[in-house]
């Protein structure tokens, strides 16, 4: 993160992905795969509503360590089918938008993403 960002404003951005989140489920039946697609505006939505709550409660550089332990948790899911582990994509979506959200540096996430176990080894 460039600069700590103050608990407001993390919490008005984390509201905003929420409200995009929402959208998203309104329209997913107008996709090609709508229970893929809403399951994961859903799961965008619940992680959204997760990083709230302990940004409501923790500082941001806390918030951050909380997101980059949950992204590196994240099995690799790339290359699958599009419509094939909407709940991991839409974590790791979510995930990913709050990074750069928070301006992470591209490094950090990288070094992040390079922890995450393969699809099927514990998780």
Known sequence: MKAPIPTETLLQGLKHYRRIARQD???A?????PEA???HAETRRAVYSDLEVYAAQHASDEVLAYALQLYSA???VTGTAED????????EN?????????????RTR???????PKLGSGV
């Not at 094939?84 to 974590?91: L, N, T, Y």
């Not at 979510?94 to 591209?106: C, H, S, T, Y």
Request: aromatic residues 12%.
């Open 74 to 76: 994240l099995p690799f």
């Open 25 to 27: 489920l309104l329209r």
């Open 29 to 33: 039946a107008e996709t090609p795969f």
């Open 37 to 39: 697609f809403q399951v």
């Open 84 to 91: 094939a582990h909407p709940d991991i994509k839409g974590r």
């Open 110 to 116: 990288r070094e992040a993403r390079s922890k995450r």
């Open 94 to 106: 979510a995930l990913e938008n709050f990074f750069l959200m928070v301006g992470l540096d591209p």
